[in-house]
């Protein structure tokens, strides 16, 4: 059973910086993953996602603000969040996907919660 594992949420002021971690255990495939963030009462939209190979998908807001990233060896993918902004504050889902996608969606993890304060 494959269990994907979040950290690194928290409190940040506006123009700060936080770096989640997400690290997939109980397969030996290579997923793909991303992360996914939810805003309370709306559905989950995909914030980043990269393929086995590094191919990489942003939503347009975060453009140029966030980098995904990934370690095979260690089954972790990251996710850099630079420059935050209030609009950032939400609960953040890690995924993984045996597809190489760039929608990854079989596996999730619990959520971290992320709030940006102005």
């Known amino acids: 059973q494959v269990q994907l594992v979040e950290s690194g949420g928290g409190l940040v002021q506006a123009g700060g910086s936080l770096r989640l971690s997400c690290a997939a255990s109980g397969t030996s495939l290579t997923l793909a993953m991303g992360w996914y963030r939810q805003y309370p009462g709306k559905q989950r939209e995909l914030v980043a996602a990269i393929t086995r190979g590094g191919t990489t998908n942003y939503v347009g807001s975060v453009k140029g603000r966030f980098t995904i990233s990934r370690d095979n060896a260690k089954k972790t993918v990251y996710l850099q969040m630079n420059s935050l902004k209030p609009e950032d504050t939400a609960v953040y889902y890690c995924?993984?996907?045996?597809?190489?996608?760039?929608?990854?969606?079989?596996?999730w993890g619990q959520g971290t919660q992320v709030t940006v304060s102005s």
């Open positions: 995924a993984a996907d045996r597809s190489n996608t760039v929608t990854p969606n079989d596996y």
